[in-house]
């Protein structure tokens, strides 16, 4: 007898159709899994044996042969286990319902119950866009899968359930859709907690109204890391595709939460300069995203920017430039998506010093060349905004006067970015920072004072092409919150000041 059911496949955010063919025959009792599946997939044999024994049903004694087309395409995981497990049981003529329209997903554990698996949301997207009616999921994965429309998701907690389902014994109920509601912010460190730096506080507001990466540098405790872990509570809302983007990404790494199947807050990635260049970008046989992925339509914050290997620095250019890691391994190439906003901190120097008002920096000129030459010309090029973090004074922070508090800050972004979404309706622009060069004319008209100014930093300065554009970018974020259509000058003075450090900095430190 022959049966096929419809399952899927996941390899990094790619999920395709695959389908569990089975076919019992006359001859030597034998299980046999082919179509290139891992060892993973082969040892679901045993899995699904015991799971029928716990479950009252005897196996086939007869060759069993299981092909999970198409065959050239590299089967991995143990998402398969139900969809196999539904083949064989259709196939000895068991269940009487139809599964045409239907599809499996989910691990058979060896006492018949599912277990959950990673990767839900995109297959359960990819069902959908190939006119799956239905799909059967982990009970613990029903709701992730939920989020999708047009599309009946039944949650399934062993085997029995399932059976019972196709031989009328009983119906599995259909999940209910997902709500999500609004992303709340009381858990979140607030600005009001940081006392005075307001040109510093200002600046990040710049950088979350447009989405542009900053570095923060300053001597050590003036308040960079504060600042920067506080960045959260004033990011703008998701728009509904970024959350589901974002949580494709954190579904297949296994990191969403049961209550929460759909991420509506921008996500806050902050790893140890100890990483590696895997964790950073990606990798393993079947890569998995890294942090700058996991970032993905958020924030990705680097402490102690100088400390971290300058290699693995260096795997930041191409993401930061092109919104996306590309993986290439023998099975194939995979991309992530990483469009991220890029908040990096460090010291100027070894002992933290170097330029400070009222302390003596200790080290060499060698020493500080050394250091900030961590930090590449090209990597310090797609920094939109260079920001010094000035030495908290004593007034400050012993002031009763009470700071501003994020909610008002984000309020100000939030309408910013309003502005932004309008403006690039119908195209693939989320933000002022992924304006695309052949772009900026269009969207960033200068008056003529501001053209002057901008002519004449540009020959004096010598800017790149890059700095050029992104300091349009940030002079657009500028004037976006001042509710300014045409960029003036003094949002490009103002965009300007922010690309000053480099030279204070890294010229004098001889880098």
């Known amino acids: 007898?022959?049966?096929?059911?419809?399952?899927?496949?996941?390899?990094?955010?790619?999920?395709?159709?695959?389908?569990?063919?089975?076919?019992?025959?006359?001859?030597?009792?034998?299980?046999?899994?082919?179509?290139?599946?891992?060892?993973?997939?082969?040892?679901?044999?045993?899995?699904?044996?015991?799971?029928?024994?716990?479950?009252?049903?005897?196996?086939?004694?007869?060759?069993?042969?299981?092909?999970?087309?198409?065959?050239?395409?590299?089967?991995?995981?143990?998402?398969?286990?139900?969809?196999?497990?539904m083949a064989v049981l259709k196939a000895m003529d068991f269940l009487t319902g139809m599964t045409d329209d239907c599809c499996f997903i989910g691990e058979v554990s060896l006492n018949g119950d599912v277990r959950g698996v990673n990767g839900v949301l995109p297959m359960t997207l990819t069902a959908r866009k190939n006119g799956i009616k239905n799909i059967f999921v982990p009970a613990d994965n029903a709701f992730e899968a939920s989020v999708v429309d047009e599309i009946h998701v039944y949650g399934v907690k062993s085997i029995m359930d399932v059976i019972r389902h196709f031989t009328d014994g009983g119906k599995i109920p259909v999940q209910a859709k997902y709500i999500a509601s609004g992303a709340t912010y009381n858990d979140i460190l607030d600005f009001r907690?940081?006392?005075?730096?307001?040109?510093?506080?200002?600046?990040?507001?710049?950088?979350?109204?447009?989405?542009?990466?900053?570095?923060?540098?300053?001597?050590?405790?003036?308040?960079?890391?504060?600042?920067?872990?506080?960045?959260?509570?004033?990011?703008?809302?998701?728009?509904?595709?970024?959350?589901i983007e974002t949580t494709n990404i954190h579904s297949i790494s296994g990191l969403l939460q049961k209550d929460t199947p759909l991420i509506t807050k921008r996500p806050f990635r902050s790893p140890h300069h100890t990483i590696s260049s895997a964790g950073l970008a990606g990798g393993g046989s079947i890569p998995h995203p890294g942090?700058?992925?996991?970032?993905?339509?958020?924030?990705?914050?680097?402490?102690?920017?100088?400390?971290?290997?300058?290699r693995t620095l260096e795997i930041l250019r191409q993401p930061l430039e092109d919104q996306k890691v590309t993986i290439s391994r023998s099975a194939g190439t995979i991309t992530y998506p990483s469009s991220i906003m890029l908040i990096a901190a460090m010291n100027p120097c070894p002992c933290g010093f170097f330029g400070h008002p009222k302390k003596k920096c200790i080290c060499s000129q060698k020493q500080v060349a050394n250091y900030l030459s961590k930090i590449s010309g090209p990597l310090l090029d797609r920094l939109d905004l260079h920001i010094e973090v000035e030495p908290a004074e004593f007034e400050s922070l012993t002031s009763s006067k009470e700071e501003e508090c994020s909610a008002d800050i984000r309020k100000r972004i939030q309408a910013a970015r309003e502005i932004q979404l309008e403006r690039f309706r119908g195209t693939d622009i989320t933000c002022n920072a992924r304006i695309t060069a052949g772009k900026l004319r269009r969207y960033c008209p200068l008056n003529d004072s501001a053209n002057a100014i901008l002519s004449n930093v540009f020959d004096k300065m010598g800017l790149s092409a890059r700095a050029y554009d992104r300091i349009l970018k940030v002079a657009r974020t500028i004037a976006d919150l001042d509710k300014k259509e045409v960029i003036n000058k003094t949002h490009i003075a103002q965009a300007v000041q922010y690309r000053s450090l480099d030279r204070k900095y890294w010229s004098q430190g001889g880098a």
Not at 213 to 235: D, E, T, Y
């Open 291 to 310: 942090e700058i992925s996991l970032a993905h339509n958020g924030l990705l914050f680097l402490d102690e920017l100088a400390e971290f290997d300058r």
């Open 193 to 243: 907690d940081v006392k005075g730096q307001h040109s510093a506080k200002l600046a990040l507001e710049i950088a979350a109204a447009g989405g542009h990466n900053a570095l923060l540098i300053g001597s050590p405790g003036s308040g960079k890391s504060m600042l920067a872990k506080r960045m959260p509570s004033i990011l703008p809302l998701m728009t509904f595709q970024e959350s």
């Open 1 to 85: 007898m022959f049966a096929k059911i419809n399952t899927l496949g996941l390899y990094g955010l790619n999920a395709f159709p695959v389908y569990a063919e089975v076919d019992i025959s006359i001859g030597t009792p034998v299980f046999e899994i082919v179509g290139l599946p891992d060892m993973v997939v082969r040892e679901s044999r045993e899995r699904i044996k015991s799971a029928m024994r716990s479950a009252g049903i005897k196996f086939p004694n007869a060759r069993v042969m299981v092909n999970l087309a198409p065959a050239d395409t590299k089967k991995s995981g143990s998402v398969h286990d139900i969809a196999i497990l």
